[in-house]
Every structure is written in structure tokens, then in C-alpha cells.
């Protein structure tokens, strides 16, 4: 059984861990305020911009997984979660003389600058210019050039247990399809989320990169009318129509912020033998309702 550090222990990472001590590995959930990790993960109170408070990892670690996320929509919070943090996380391990098999980072779609429909790959190139972008491939190349082993794992938009927004603009009436060519869009629920982390930690031969995305990028405008069909409520608005519920037109829908316009392909993810338990967003949205 491993010894398996996550780092940034979160919503995504406690349903790791949780899954990993099923299995019967022994689990460590690094936060700035652990207390509140369920059981079976251990919990490990340290601040991964403060190098300081990671002078006490546990030994002879396995595996590490840096699931940390921005604590806000700024360069210095990119900053510190997607590179200082993980400068100082790798530092922490090479000064405790730790061997660890294998690192995994969890990473973002939002490093492809694509925005006109294109497919996109593993072998895509990543040139968001933005400063979320930035920061997230300066964190994936620390970890590409650390002594270990590493694994990235590009995420699309993920949605599950307490991340509803896009049900709740639909329900509420704010929601609205854009006008023009398909805005498509990529997700993953947060359990597939999870099982993606899992499979990579155990499977032999990984690639360096993966993008884990469900099985059907999808227009935003299908999304939004299936959602309104399965919650029996009029359908969203397209651009030009009269907003019809007072205030909805300042309660922007949140998918509609997206810059980008993709569609990301999981061919390597599958061919690695990952099966989803939500392949498309039908199945997992019909789970949250």
C-alpha cells in the first residue's frame, strides 16, 4: 500500500483521499485548516506559500498530489497556488531527501488559447496569454523539471456536488445562450475528477500529459435548453430576446464569461483504459437533479 501526500487538499482531493483510504493506503491532506478532512484522511496543517510550515512532511512518501486551487481570480493568487506554492512544495521534499514514485499535478484546459471551435490535444499548443494561463503552465513546467517522475492533468470546466451555477442561472432565469457560432464547452464531474487522479497514480507507463475532459464537447446553448427541459422551466434566453424576469440582466451566467470556444479531446485519457462513470454531461447533470 502507498504513502500518498495531497497537497491543496480540497473538494477534489478529500474525494481522493477518501477513495485512497477505501483502498487501504495511508492518506495525508495537507491545508491551511485541516480540522475539518473526514476520517481516514490524516490531516496535515501547513500553508504552501510559507515554506516554513512544510519542514514537517511525512516520510518516505509514495506519491504527491498538488491539487491546490487560487484562493482568488488575480495574478498574485495564481501566483502563489500554481507557482510559489509549488516552488515550495518541491523544495520541501528535495530537503527532506524524500524519493517519491510519482507526482501529479492538477492543471486547467484554460492554458489553450484556442477559441474557434478547434479540437485540441495533448499536442495542442498551450498559449493562453492570460495571467491565469501563465501561472498555470509555470506550475506544470516546475513540475515537468523537478527530479521525480510527474504527471499534469488538464482539467476542462468541472461541475458536481457544490458547483451548480449553471443549474442555478437556469432555474433562476438568468442564464443566456449566446448568440453567433457555437460557444463549446468541456466538463468533467467532480467524482470523474477524482477517478482520472486515481487511475494515473496506479497505472504503469503513464504519459507525462493528460486532459481530462468528458466524452461530448458540447455548445453551451444544448447545455443550458437540456438543463431547462429536465427542470421544467422556460428556456434561456438568446442575445436580442427581452429579458422577461427583473434583474436577470445583471446576474451574468457564469459559462458565458469563457473567453474560448474548444473542443478538447479525452482519446489519450480512454486509451489508457479510464472508463467514466459521467461520460457525458447528461448523465452527470441528470445525477445532480
Not at 87 to 111: E, I, Y
Request: hydrophobic share 40%; with cysteine.
Amino acid at each position: 500500500m502507498a504513502r500518498i501526500l495531497i497537497a491543496g487538499c480540497g473538494d477534489i482531493g478529500t474525494t481522493l483521499g477518501q477513495a485512497l483510504h477505501a483502498a487501504g493506503h495511508t492518506v495525508w491532506g495537507l491545508r491551511r485548516q485541516p480540522g475539518h478532512l473526514p476520517a481516514g484522511i490524516q490531516p496535515l496543517a501547513a500553508d504552501l506559500s510559507v515554506p516554513e510550515t512544510l519542514r514537517t512532511l511525512p516520510p518516505a512518501l509514495d506519491d504527491v498530489v498538488y491539487s491546490a486551487a487560487a484562493s482568488g481570480f488575480s495574478e498574485a493568487h495564481y501566483q502563489a497556488a500554481y507557482v510559489d506554492g509549488v516552488g515550495n512544495l518541491l523544495h520541501a521534499l528535495s530537503t527532506a531527501g524524500q524519493q517519491p514514485r510519482r507526482l501529479l499535478f492538477t492543471s486547467s484546459t484554460s492554458v489553450y488559447d484556442q477559441h474557434q471551435g478547434e479540437w485540441i490535444d495533448e499536442s495542442s499548443p498551450a498559449t493562453a496569454t492570460a495571467f491565469s494561463g501563465r501561472c498555470i503552465r509555470a506550475g506544470e513546467a516546475l513540475f515537468r523539471d523537478s527530479p521525480w517522475p510527474a504527471i499534469v492533468v488538464r482539467f476542462g470546466g468541472i461541475y458536481g456536488p457544490g458547483r451548480t451555477r449553471l443549474i442555478d442561472s437556469v432555474r433562476e432565469g438568468s442564464a443566456t445562450c449566446p448568440a453567433g457560432p457555437p460557444l463549446y464547452t468541456n466538463r468533467i464531474h467532480r467524482d470523474d475528477c477524482a477517478r482520472v487522479l486515481e487511475h494515473l497514480l496506479f497505472l504503469d507507463d503513464p504519459a507525462p500529459l493528460y486532459i481530462a475532459v468528458d466524452d461530448e464537447p458540447a455548445p453551451l446553448d444544448e447545455v443550458l435548453d437540456w438543463l431547462a427541459q429536465r427542470l421544467g422551466v422556460a428556456p434561456p434566453l438568446r442575445k436580442g430576446q427581452a429579458v422577461s424576469k427583473p434583474g436577470a440582466e445583471q446576474r451574468a451566467d457564469p459559462a458565458l464569461r469563457m473567453r474560448a470556444s474548444k473542443r478538447c479531446s479525452n482519446a489519450r485519457l480512454r486509451a489508457s483504459g479510464f472508463q467514466f462513470r459521467y461520460p457525458t454531461y447528461r448523465e452527470g447533470y441528470a445525477a445532480l437533479l
